[in-house]
């Protein structure tokens, strides 16, 4: 999957549109959600774009790990390691922007 012009967060992850910086390396980005669920609500990209987890996953496993090592991490450091990760797939289960991105969910104790 190419970068897509059109993309939202293609869009931030180039600096084109502002947002609020949690985390970045050479293959992942990960910054807060401006609709926040959650005490920390943050969202992690990779860099490169994938429709969502499924293509990741097929395409680049690695990439998918390193994002929930950087959930743990992000959530080791708010709130003693606890967190919700969720990737919405598909209109139907409420994905809206379509490049992959987990929303990690911590902070707080969380509803069950
Ligand atoms: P989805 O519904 O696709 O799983 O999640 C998209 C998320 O992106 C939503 O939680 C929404 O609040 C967030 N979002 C949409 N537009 C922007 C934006 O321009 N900046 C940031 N930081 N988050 C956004
Ligand atoms: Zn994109």
Partial sequence: MSESSDCL?????????????????????????????????VLIVPKKHYANAAELA????????????????IANESFHGAYRLVFNTGLDAGQTVFHVHAHVLTGEKLDE
């Fill in 9 to 41: 967060f293609c869009k931030i992850i180039a600096g084109e549109i502002p947002s609020s910086k949690v985390y970045e390396d050479e293959s992942t980005y990960a910054f807060k959600d401006i609709n926040p669920k959650a005490k920390v609500h």
């Fill in 58 to 73: 097929a395409a680049d496993p690695a990439e998918l790990a390193h994002i929930v090592s950087i959930a743990q991490q």
